[in-house]
């Protein structure tokens, strides 16, 4: 921000002086200052109309963990019919029979993001039914890396009119997170799923 055409203000809020070089960084208090020792100055909460010495030490943030994720899309009917994986321990063994795979990020209660892979798998037809299961890296819950853990399933299953037969069970994700976070109790909810014959698709809807 140097060379900018604002002009900052720094030093005491009874002596307050103007610059516009904004290389900044903190004191050894927490205080932001310029590269000659002074005082930025600015509006807090504490302080909404008098410029005062900005105090990163009196900061505080929250993380606010994924609670639910509501799932849409198609999942195609005349997809083949298969066995879901059990046990599976390589990617491929998880991915080879899937309808559909995608992505969902959740957020834990640090604030970090886990990449999360949902695996669709078609296994029955007579009313089209699908597993759904999602995993993580192995090393993201105190496993293997490079290792795949199932961390929730769930299924639905459609009608003739390519509408939930019954309500979807939706995927109870039970995570202990390796990075010290509290463990994760999302709900990926199945509801806004259909199952027409065509491609299969998702879409995160919240």
Do not use: M
Not at 16 to 37: E, M, P
Not at 44 to 50: G, N, V
Not at 190 to 196: I, K, V
């Amino acid at each position: 921000v140097s060379q900018s055409r604002y002009l900052f203000v720094v030093g005491e809020t009874a002596n307050q002086l103007y610059t516009r070089a904004g290389n900044f960084s903190l004191d050894q208090n927490g205080i932001l200052v310029n590269s000659n020792g002074h005082n930025v100055l600015g509006f807090t909460d504490a302080s909404p109309t008098t410029l005062v010495p900005l105090d990163t030490s009196s900061l505080s943030g929250s993380a606010t963990a994924t609670s639910v994720v509501t799932i849409g899309g198609n999942l195609d009917s005349s997809a083949p019919i298969v066995t879901a994986p059990a046990g599976a321990t390589t990617l491929k063994q998880i991915s080879s029979p899937a309808a559909l795979n995608a992505p969902v990020r959740l957020i834990d209660s640090l604030g970090e993001q886990h990449d999360i892979s949902l695996f669709f798998y078609h296994t029955a037809g007579t009313s089209p039914t699908f597993t759904v299961q999602a995993y993580v890296d192995g090393a993201e819950v105190g496993g293997t890396a490079n290792t795949p853990s199932l961390i929730g399933t769930g299924t639905v299953t459609f009608g003739p009119d390519g509408k939930q037969a019954v309500a979807a069970t939706p995927i109870a994700i039970s995570a202990a997170w390796s990075n010290g976070a509290s463990a994760s109790a999302a709900t990926l909810d199945l509801a806004g799923l259909t199952g027409f014959a065509g491609t299969s698709s998702l879409l995160l809807l919240s």
